[in-house]
């Protein structure tokens, strides 16, 4: 496997509102089909597009980052993207969906964005090789969901059987993280 590995000095990160945490959790798959149906397919136009190259994702409330006022209590998927070639900010903003939010530059990348892993253990010790990785992650979470029917939602067992998969490959319990 080939990894994209980020110029980090070209990040633009936008948040996508999922909504409130308690509807969240009660409903995953709504999640699930948030990623499927409104994070997947404006990556793809974008990459399309040739704006974007790398991305990564996760879910963060105001407290974690999202520039949210202080009553807002909501998830979001916090988006990261790469822009490519002579990609402009302004170009990128006016290609996402209106729904995304908040688009910005990313702030500096130090060893603290991906604390507490450990980017000197790798053979490549630079904080761009942690970030590969981590939109791989990210990469790989879209296309499995995508390799579901659109019209039926994700049975929970897939995805409790692959993380399985990958807790297994990487022998996790014998270091006691906790996997399905």
Not at 75 to 80: A, D, G, I, S, T
Request: with cysteine.
């Amino acid at each position: 496997m080939s990894l994209t590995v980020p110029n980090l000095t070209r990040l633009v990160e936008t948040y996508l509102r999922i909504g409130p945490p308690p509807a969240v959790v009660g409903l995953w798959t709504v999640y699930l089909d948030v990623l499927r149906f409104r994070v997947a397919p404006p990556i793809d136009s974008l990459r399309k597009q040739q704006l974007i190259g790398w991305y990564s994702f996760l879910v963060h409330d105001r407290s974690s980052g999202v520039p949210t006022n202080e009553t807002d209590q909501d998830l979001f998927v916090h988006l990261c993207v790469e822009l490519v070639g002579s990609t402009s900010f302004d170009q990128l903003s006016e290609a996402l969906p209106k729904e995304y939010l908040f688009t910005r530059n990313h702030g500096p990348i130090d060893a603290q964005t991906i604390y507490p892993a450990d980017a000197g253990s790798f053979v490549n010790p630079e904080l761009p090789t942690a970030w590969s990785l981590f939109g791989a992650t990210s990469e790989w979470t879209l296309d499995f969901l995508g390799s579901h029917r659109p019209d039926r939602p994700i049975p929970v067992q897939n995805v409790g059987q692959f993380l399985h998969y990958l807790g297994n490959q990487l022998m996790v319990r014998a270091v006691s993280i906790p996997m399905p």
